[in-house]
């Protein structure tokens, strides 16, 4: 019909002229297949039930996405102590027989063995499979809907890739004046990566974008060099930023423990070096409290307390004049000290800075643009050349102690998404308005 024909082409060229954004289209069977198998609400995992090894009770299957185990692109790497298996069509299907683990051999899936593997635990050559992997009663139809996702799992169809292009998103307060000097650095540190091949044979770019602007879908990735992330993004979008996002969502990674937590530090420094259990607040302090300013307007009451307590950011929100009346042991939590950070991080930013040629007005604001970079372009080349927005994400969370980060090491994981979590407690002197060098490191990870 001459209407489905128009529509087609009108596809075919938006396609052609946003080469970047996604134009994979999925098929109706292959987006609930999706939906079980990431555990979208109100999918069919709702309604399953799973039985594991040889329990007799049914557990609601709501818990057992498959991705939790074999991954967002059914690679098969996620780390729970098992090795599930690499459940691509492509890996299920090959035309001989596989070796998988334990020794176990089995010939290439159909439909129908797949459903048995699924229903009943039993492989391909009707072996029996680990009881880490859970009998699921879906329906012949709904696994049909899986096996048709698992056709294109590993597809690459997200926004902001190309053949030879890849654009990451900075989001940024255009009103802020360290914008500029981060953008200058992040330019030099795209230029200098695709100079010798960018990711893997793609050219990175960094796109200034709005907090509004971010939210729509025109960049593979993001970073929010300031502050954390904003609400209403995508869930799939991988997100670093610096500190945690007020809401946790699945892409998004922190580099830095959370106001909240460095709060929670500064408390256990006051319970552990004074034996202090109750921390007041700086607004209502009097002689001889320990209190915490959580704000800088309470700064003209707290100097009567004899030990004030604050985070980084508050300190420096507070104007000098006010710093200058907080008593002589006063403290200041901070997430990234120069002590933690790798002496090769440390020169390799200070050559990114001289080449932007920035002055040093911005120089905190710029490391963590330059941090949250280095933690992408790291996952970046560890996904590879067949890159996706989930790969990138399962690729964050497999990351162990990376040093190249303005930052303390960075670790993640499947269930932690906040790459360093403690803070440096160090000694404010109001006086001479220096911080002392050295301090002591509280872990917020226990
Ligand atoms: C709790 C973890 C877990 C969950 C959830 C899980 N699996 Fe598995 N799965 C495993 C493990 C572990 C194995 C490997 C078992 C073995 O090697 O004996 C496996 C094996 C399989 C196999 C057999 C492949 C082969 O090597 O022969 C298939 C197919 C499979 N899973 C599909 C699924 C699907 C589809 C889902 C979601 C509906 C799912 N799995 C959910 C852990 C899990």
């Not at 939790?68 to 102590?81: A, L, M, P, V, W």
């Not at 696994?143 to 900075?170: K, M, N, Q, Y």
């Not at 914008?179 to 770019?205: E, F, S, Y």
């Not at 330059?370 to 050349?385: C, D, K």
Request: hydrophobic residues 45%; aromatic residues 6%.
């Amino acid at each position: 019909m001459a209407h489905t024909t128009r529509t087609s082409a009108l596809i075919a060229l938006i396609c052609f002229l946003l080469v970047p954004v996604a134009c994979a289209e999925r098929s109706a069977s292959q987006e609930r297949g999706r939906a079980i198998y990431f555990g979208d609400n109100g999918s069919a995992l709702d309604g399953a039930e799973v039985q594991i090894g040889a329990l007799t009770t049914k557990l609601p299957a709501r818990t057992f996405p498959c991705a939790s185990c074999h991954g967002r692109t059914g690679s098969g790497q996620s780390e729970r102590g098992v090795n599930p298996s690499q459940i691509t069509r492509d890996a299920l299907t090959r035309p001989y027989s596989v070796k998988e683990s334990a020794g176990r051999k089995r010939p290439p899936y159909t439909a129908a063995t797949f459903r048995n593997a699924v229903r009943n635990g039993k492989d391909s050559g009707g072996n029996a499979l680990a009881e880490a992997m859970p009998r699921f009663n879906f329906t012949d139809k709904q696994l049909a809907d899986i096996w048709a996702f698992l056709e294109v799992i590993d597809d690459v169809t997200d926004p902001g890739v190309s053949d030879d292009a890849i654009r990451v998103g900075v989001v940024v307060d255009a009103a802020n004046p360290v914008t500029q000097p981060q953008q200058k650095l992040l330019n030099v540190l795209a230029a200098d990566i695709n100079k010798i091949g960018g990711v893997n044979g793609r050219a990175l770019t960094f796109v200034p974008l709005t907090p509004k602007g971010a939210a729509g879908d025109t960049v593979f990735a993001l970073i929010v060099p300031q502050g954390a992330a904003p609400a209403g993004l995508a869930a799939d979008v991988p997100v670093i930023s610096v500190l945690p996002p007020p809401v946790a969502a699945a892409g998004a990674f922190a580099l830095v423990t959370s106001e909240a937590d460095q709060v929670a530090a500064l408390k256990r420094f006051a319970a552990e070096t004074w034996g202090v259990v109750r921390v007041k607040d700086a607004c209502a302090a009097r002689k001889g409290d320990t209190v915490l300013l959580a704000a800088a307007s309470c700064a003209g009451s707290a100097k009567v307390a004899s030990r004030v307590l604050m985070t980084q950011s508050v300190f420096a929100s507070t104007p000098p004049a006010s710093r200058s009346q907080l008593p002589p042991d006063s403290y200041v939590s901070i997430a990234a000290p120069l002590s933690r950070i790798a002496p090769n991080a440390q020169a390799a930013f200070a050559k990114t800075r001289s080449r932007a040629g920035n002055d040093k007005s911005a120089i905190l604001a710029e490391a963590d643009a330059y941090s949250a970079a280095a933690l992408l372009v790291e996952a970046l080349m560890r996904t590879g050349r067949d890159v996706s927005r989930a790969g990138v994400i399962e690729n964050i969370e497999g990351i162990r102690n990376f040093e190249g980060a303005m930052t303390p090491p960075l670790s993640f994981g499947p269930n932690r998404h906040v790459g360093s979590r403690g803070a440096e407690i160090v000694r404010y002197d109001a006086k001479t308005a220096t911080l002392a060098p050295g301090g002591t490191w509280i872990d917020t990870d226990m």
